[in-house]
């Protein structure tokens, strides 16, 4: 869905398009009730079923009761890099990511926790084209995004959702999430995402190999897969992750040339999962 914005300034139409996609996005906002009628869901489901931690969730906040335990996941370069996709707005909430960007549609649109700093003009520049185009909207300079390097333990290649990282061998692999949260920029000396998410073979394991390292030390945990569909359902997946706390700047021309054109089949942003806040549903972090 393309969006229009009406200014009579180059400098209200690039404040005007950051706020309309750093927020809405152009879907109208479910109550709170909705949202605490999934959250009840997802809680009562969890509990008759035994399920083990969720994700995404608060990492400025340690605490969890979960006692669901499985094994963390290898380092990233003993595994095979697997699927990279990416989320409009942050899913995690914490570091220099808190600003919540209301409930959204009830569907994972709309919603999650967008960069809490600020931005130049020429970095809220618009590009000329549409960034990233689906039923959902678009991405516009002043977009938060949270990323996902998504490992196995399984031999895979990289491929496109969570079936590229599991084999009819191995149909349980450890699985390790490797997050960043990017602020979206019209500046091509930004962070490039085609390098960025460059595969390359490493010591055998395809890897990324050039993923910032400047961007604080991660914050590591057990918990789940995420996606708008688990909701009100817990996730069976155990997954291992490391989300890095600081924001990256990251060059919108590149996010287009990466979604025109990659391994992963990934043409747009996902939705977010709303953030698992019950501590039952979520393990301690150390």
Known sequence: MKKSVFAVSALALCVSANLIHAGQQGHASVEDEVIAEQRAALTARAAGAGSGPQSPRDINESAGNNHRIFGT???RRSMNLCNIHLHENAEHRGGEFTT??????????????????????????????????????????????????????????PGATLAACVTEAISNPQLRVETFVAILVNDKAAVSLTQMAEVQQVDGFYQAPNLPENLGTPVS????????????????????????????????????????????????????????????LLSAIN
């Not at 809220?124 to 995004?145: C, K, M, Q, Y």
């Open 100 to 157: 919540f960007a209301g409930n959204g549609d009830g569907h994972g649109y709309g919603t999650g926790f967008r960069y809490d700093g600020k931005l130049t003009d020429a970095e809220l520049a618009p590009v000329a084209s549409s960034v990233g185009s689906s039923e959902h909207g678009d991405l516009v300079a002043g977009d938060t995004v949270e990323i996902h390097f998504v490992h196995s333990s399984a031999n895979v290649m």
């Open 73 to 75: 996941a290898p380092d």
């Open 221 to 280: 945990y057990a918990g789940s897969t995420t996606g708008p569909s688990y909701n009100e359902a817990p996730s069976p997946f155990q997954v291992t992750w490391n989300v890095r706390p600081k924001v990256v700047k990251l060059d919108i021309n590149s996010v287009s040339a990466w979604l025109a054109g990659n391994p992963f089949k990934e043409n747009h942003a996902h939705g977010v999962r709303n953030l698992v806040i019950n501590p039952d």
